[in-house]
T-cell receptor, first 112, second 116 residues
């Protein structure tokens, strides 16, 4: 099984940088995803890490340490539209399945 | 727009009833996944179909069932509905789904189900 932990809520200021952490305990591991979800809308894919290190994609970066069971999502130059929930999800190799297990999400509020 | 479509967008029904939710995956995707999202539980994986066959099962109740048709669209059937089944139901799709590195899943807009 999988256990994924993220902070429930965070607040940050427009223009600033925020780091959202995710820790996981898994019986197997086949990659870690970050999704953004605005209230009442579909999750949208942000990033994917399968090897240790940092993946950068514009204002968003994601880091993974498999030995520590740890990832973070870094958002730079925060904008008001970044107010959303950020979901960490771990790929479970399972029986040849692409099943993802999601954390409960971190609700980020960006304030002026 | 992810390319995944879901109908209906909203559904209001009564306890004990049965409903069917429909999903069409992105063009070319063979796998369809169903998730339930309620306020206190987050996104819960229900079931995966790959090219018409059930591939993985998560926390899906016996009252719920799904299938994937030859044209790859999928339906999730919810029966004997209870108040606690009120939630957002999302469908997602991916290109493959049978072994190898895990793939990105793309989500549809969801169906909001309210059971009264």
């Amino acid at each position: 099984g999988q256990n994924i932990d993220q902070p429930t809520e965070m607040t940050a200021t427009e223009g600033a940088i925020v780091q959202i952490n995710c820790t996981y305990q898994t019986s197997g591991f086949n990659g870690l995803f970050w999704y953004q979800q605005h209230a009442g809308e579909a999750p949208t894919f942000l990033s994917y890490n399968v090897l240790d290190g940092l993946e950068e994609k514009g204002r968003f970066s994601s880091f993974l340490s498999r030995s520590k069971g740890y990832s973070y999502l870094l958002l730079k130059e925060l904008q008001m539209k970044d107010s959303a929930s950020y979901l960490c999800a771990v790929g479970d190799p399972g029986a040849g399945s692409y099943q993802l297990t999601f954390g409960k999400g971190t609700k980020l509020s960006v304030i002026p | 727009d992810s390319g995944v479509t879901q109908t209906p967008k909203h559904l209001i029904t009564a306890t004990g009833q049965r409903v069917t939710l429909r999903c069409s995956p992105r063009s070319g995707d063979l796998s369809v996944y169903w998730y339930q999202q309620s306020l206190d539980q987050g996104l819960q994986f229900l079931i995966q179909y790959y090219n018409g066959e059930e591939r993985a099962k998560g926390n899906i109740l016996e009252r719920f069932s799904a299938q994937q048709f030859p044209d790859l669209h999928s339906e999730l059937n919810l029966s004997s509905l209870e108040l606690g089944d009120s939630a957002l139901y999302f469908c997602a799709s991916s290109v493959g789904g049978a072994g190898g590195p895990v793939e990105t899943q793309y989500f549809g807009p969801g169906t909001r189900l309210l059971v009264l």
